[in-house]
């Protein structure tokens, strides 16, 4: 039920942590991946080792879109990764860097699961669209406003998705990770405010690429036909924890 023989990803932001990480698990299902970065370059390596197709795609460029669709060719799972995040308290917050946040982690996201939808509809095929917000769509800390801001509403976005798209047998869900250690931010959770944060979690650990594995196969294949509207967070039980 798990298997993606015959099927064909796109991911979005390809060349971070957790594009490469859903790349290469997708890949191991048996899908041939396409790689969407705005930088194709960057993922020069990575497309070397899954045999993999990299189209250039700026999720933030209206006219970056299409291309890159025309580029992959058809397209049955759709994983939009890409987000970046603007790290000032809400009073030093630019409205910069409000805009910038949406416009790659929301409006970005917008464009490209519109532009799917719409090709996935056209060819009568149905497919898979699974959107990476955050644990922070639904709770937040301080210092990433535009962020917060962004993730809830993609949550909200995957809703609306999943009922307007449902006639097409195209099924929008979402994953929402809590932390997820990586070089970015080790140095932080090394720290003494790092670690407090690190004991709220009920598992007493960060999270890693390989705990969302399991939850993007279930998403992205057949284990997951009856889903859609859903939002599969994954987070050590951090965001249930009242503490």
């Known amino acids: 039920m798990f298997s993606l023989q015959g099927k064909r990803a796109l991911v979005t932001g390809a060349s971070g942590l957790l594009g490469a990480h859903f790349a290469r ?3 191991g299902a048996g899908a041939e991946v396409v790689l969407a970065a705005r930088r194709p370059d960057s993922c020069a390596a990575l497309a070397a080792e899954l045999g993999a197709t990299v189209v250039a795609l700026d999720v933030q460029a209206t006219d970056s879109v299409a291309p890159a669709f025309d580029a992959a060719g058809r397209v049955d799972i759709l994983v939009n990764n890409a ?11 630019s409205l910069d860097d409000f805009d910038r946040v949406l416009e790659v982690n929301l409006r970005g996201a917008f464009l490209v699961g519109q532009e799917a939808a719409r090709r996935m509809a056209a060819a009568k095929t149905g497919g898979s669209i699974i ?14 406003a535009g962020y917060t801001a962004a993730k809830a509403g993609l949550i909200h ?6 009922v307007e798209l449902a006639r097409h047998n195209i099924r929008v869900n979402a994953i929402a990770p809590g932390y997820i250690a990586s070089d970015i931010n080790a140095e932080f959770f090394a720290t003494e405010a790092g670690q407090a944060m690190v004991k709220r979690i009920p598992q007493r ?13 279930l998403l992205a294949s ?10 599969v967070t994954v987070d050590g039980g951090h965001s249930v924890n009242p503490l």
């Open 83 to 93: 987000g970046i995040a603007a790290t000032r308290g809400f009073l030093e917050h």
């Open 131 to 144: 959107n990476i917000a955050s644990v922070l769509g639904a709770r937040i800390i301080p210092g990433v």
């Open 222 to 231: 057949d284990a997951g036909r009856h889903m859609t509207g859903s939002v």
């Open 205 to 217: 650990r960060l999270g890693n690429p390989d705990d969302l594995s399991g939850p993007l196969l």
């Open 25 to 27: 698990v997708l890949r």
């Open 157 to 162: 976005l995957t809703r609306q998705m999943a």
